[in-house]
């Protein structure tokens, strides 16, 4: 399971976006914010192939992620292939797809308050790109991120999220196919790599500055030892 693109948008207007694969989600993705209906707050998904659009627009912030499309919980397969149109329980169309966007929602807002409304297209996205980076890893990869959704009870809230093919939503004119990389299946390696990564990182960082502290005691136990010999005697008598 993997999320492997997501934005932020205000409106039609991108202020940061990350993709994990070399896919034409993004294309996607901005077609999809062009044709969601109405100015209401919404929970909203979109399926293409076996990749699942989810959106969350709350005060005119709209958060998009593409993730697989067993992203959440199992059911979510025979769900999709039964109705494009009735609502699904959030908990069953992608709890931790929803979860991520519900935290990215909130780091976006703490991080520029106000300026979201003012910010120029991709006005945030060298900064909070990395963010989308670091929270998709996570989200996708780490066991704790739907462990601590269900702890808090977020996504147990009456909510409905609607289901639908995205080629109900794009017309057909403007239809483009979804390509992700068939590398994108390596995505959870990819993850995890990552992590492994900067674990050896870590660990041969502090194996340095263990080396190190050896290597000055060692120093100064032959600066002593040395001094002791010349002073003749190990309280250094005729140096003092």
Not at 192 to 213: D, E, Y
Not at 215 to 234: D, S
Request: hydrophobic residues 40%; charged residues 20%.
């Amino acid at each position: 399971m993997a999320i492997l693109y997501a934005l932020v948008a205000r409106g039609s207007v991108v202020l940061a976006e990350f993709s994990a694969t070399a896919t034409n989600a993004s294309a996607i993705a901005k077609q999809i914010l062009g044709k969601i209906p109405g100015n209401d707050d919404s929970h909203v998904s979109y399926s293409q192939d076996r990749y699942i659009f989810h959106v969350k627009r709350t005060d005119g912030l709209t958060v998009l992620c593409m993730a697989e499309e067993n992203a959440g919980s199992k059911p979510f397969r025979s769900v999709l292939l039964s109705s494009f149109s009735s609502p699904v329980p959030v908990g069953l169309a992608g709890r931790i797809p929803f979860a991520f966007l519900e935290d990215i929602h909130q780091r976006f807002v703490r991080t520029y308050g106000r300026s979201v409304h003012s910010a120029q297209a991709y006005g945030m996205n060298d900064e909070f790109s990395r963010v989308l980076s670091q929270q998709m890893e996570y989200y996708s990869s780490d066991p704790n991120a739907d462990r601590m959704n269900r702890l808090k009870g977020e996504m147990n809230q009456v909510r409905n999220v609607m289901i639908e093919n995205i080629d109900k939503v794009l017309e057909r004119g403007d239809r483009l196919e979804l390509l992700v990389d068939k590398t994108s299946n390596m995505q959870g390696n990819t993850f995890r790599f990552r992590k492994q990564a900067r674990r050896f990182r870590s660990t041969t960082w502090w194996r340095n500055v263990k080396l190190m502290i050896a290597l000055i005691i060692l120093l100064l136990a032959v600066i002593y030892g040395v001094l002791a010999f010349v002073c003749h005697g190990l309280t250094l008598p005729t140096c003092l």
